[in-house]
Nanobody, 126 residues
Framework: QVPLVESGGGSVQAGGSLTLSCATTGLTQHSYSMSWFRQAPGKEREGVAGIDSDGNINYGDSVKGRFTISQDNGETTLYLRMDNVEPEDTGTYYC????????????????????WGQGTQVTVSS
């Protein structure tokens, strides 16, 4: 399998913006779900945002209204636009993919995804 590759992480001040990218080349299935997760030290992995091949989108409660998930037209790159970031957004961000659709749209439960990227670090300073 071609791996998922995240990029775009870095350091940003609170209130600023950052855009993460995930190269999804090799995901050839017509039906899929893809999501962003994050994990802070000592905490469980948390679902941030997901999108599926039908265009359904889900967001975690802590990022609604601030983060935006999207894809390029060729569906080879997944993006996460992070606006008005907060120190609590600090963590390692991962993209994940699963070659299926779910009834309620892309899930934000980590155990439902088998394919993962290596992660990219985001640090938000106050």
């Amino acid at each position: 399998q071609v791996p998922l590759v995240e990029s775009g992480g870095g350091s940003v001040q609170a209130g600023g913006s950052l855009t993460l990218s995930c190269a999804t080349t090799g995901l050839t299935q017509h039906s899929y779900s893809m999501s962003w997760f994050r994990q802070a030290p000592g905490k469980e992995r948390e679902g941030v945002a997901g999108i599926d091949s039908d265009g359904n989108i889900n967001y975690g409660d802590s990022v609604k209204g601030r983060f935006t998930i999207s894809q390029d037209n060729g569906e080879t790159t997944l993006y996460l636009r992070m606006d008005n970031v907060e120190p609590e957004d600090t963590g390692t961000y991962y993209c994940a993919a699963e070659p299926r659709l779910y009834y309620k749209g892309p899930p934000l439960e980590a155990h439902l995804y088998k394919r993962w990227g290596q992660g990219t670090q985001v640090t938000v300073s106050s």
